[in-house]
């Protein structure tokens, strides 16, 4: 086993390759401590700079992609202006959620000869400000952009909800701040995570039957997509839900954890369908989260405690049978093994309700 301070994925961060381009890596340390749903802020800074470096370079493929494109070449020319005279600006405008997908789609677009419209990158340097809602608790602040307007380049599973009427508008500030003093006085190392990478709620329509949804997309870093519950704590639950399939998908991009999907798929104990290796390892990762979030409101004495024991139960059970599964199917790689193991380790933590700092 590597040390602490050996890095997981080829090359340090802040290093330079040859040809001049940063390189990014994990050190063993962050990773165990991802894996463990257990990074905080710190994890979150370092999967940040990986995207702005990817989202970079996809900006630059589409240059080159498209040299004649005269509205590209001038977009792409006030991006690289902010980057030299306000960095705090360019990184606002490269981590919007959905330019990932965007940039991915037009050079995908090129590639096969299409004719492909490519002035959705001016729409992202210029784009209003979405609604914010400034929240504050205990000194921890959080101000998510309500991204209900559109236009939806993301596909996050369910229609969207918006654009949303200054009632509901209102009810998701409302709902939120509820939340959101859930998660700072009760899942305080959760809630850090999240204020540094969250940076857009998507409101969506629940299910046909009147359920609650939640939803994150693999390239949409910093945005979660959920519909609006009555429950304040099942809000605080999907925050912490989406934001660790965020967070690993962030690392995905930068250390891969298992094999590209292939025909073999599995049970899945939350779902009725089978799943292939990949979508198994995200959602064993989230309800890592999941489990973690209900030990905790179980030992905190507030609000429905058998609700939560039942849920810790059960979420434990299937994060660990998921776990077992994805160790045994011969699909992850060698620091996906690790990065499992690290994961069913801390599962197996949760002994029960206790205090927050003695668990993962």
């Avoid at 000869?113 to 914010?132: D, H, I, K, Q, S």
């Avoid at 995570?193 to 939640?214: D, H, N």
């Avoid at 959602?283 to 004495?301: I, K, M, N, P, R």
Wanted: net charge negative.
């Amino acid at each position: 086993m590597a040390g602490t301070g050996e890095a997981v994925a080829a090359g340090v961060p802040g290093a330079r390759g040859a040809d001049g381009l940063p390189r990014h890596g994990v050190d063993r340390a962050t990773f165990r401590a991802i894996a463990g749903a257990r990074g905080g802020p710190g994890a979150v800074r370092l999967l940040r700079a990986g995207q702005l470096s990817k989202r970079a370079l996809l900006l630059l493929a589409l240059r080159r992609a498209a040299p004649d494109d005269e509205g590209y070449r001038e977009a792409y020319a006030e991006v690289r202006a902010l980057q030299r005279a306000d960095r705090a600006r360019w990184e606002e405008v490269l981590l919007r959620p959905e330019l990932d997908a965007w940039a991915a789609d037009c050079l995908r677009g090129l590639s096969a000869a299409e004719a492909v419209p490519l002035g959705g990158l001016g729409e992202f340097v210029r784009a209003a400000v979405a609604p914010t809602v400034s929240l504050e608790c205990d000194g921890l602040r959080w101000v998510p952009v309500i991204d209900h307007a559109g236009p939806r380049r993301v596909d996050y599973g369910r229609p969207p909800a918006g654009p949303l009427p200054d009632t509901e508008l209102s009810a998701w500030k409302e709902q939120l701040a509820q939340a959101w003093r859930i998660l700072v006085r009760r899942h305080r190392r959760h809630a850090e995570a999240v204020a540094a990478c969250v940076t857009a709620i998507v409101p969506l329509r629940p299910a046909p039957g009147g359920e609650a949804v939640s939803a994150a997309a693999r390239r949409a870093y910093g945005a979660v997509a959920a519909s609006l519950p009555d429950d304040p704590v099942l809000l605080a639950l999907a925050l912490v839900h989406e934001f660790l399939h965020v967070q690993l998908g962030a690392l995905l991009d930068l250390v891969p954890l298992h094999e590209p999907n292939g025909a073999a798929v599995y049970h899945a104990p939350w779902r009725p369908d089978l799943r292939p290796a990949g979508a198994l390892l995200q959602g064993t990762y989230a309800h890592l989260g999941v489990a973690d979030f209900w030990c905790t409101e179980a030992a905190a004495g507030e609000g429905d405690r058998a609700r939560a024991e039942r849920e810790f139960a059960c979420w434990r059970a299937h994060t660990l049978a998921a776990a077992g599964t994805l160790l045994g199917s011969g699909e992850l790689t060698v620091d996906g093994m690790e990065f499992t193991l690290e994961l069913e380790r801390s599962v197996r933590g949760l002994d029960g309700p206790g205090p927050d700092s003695e668990r993962i």
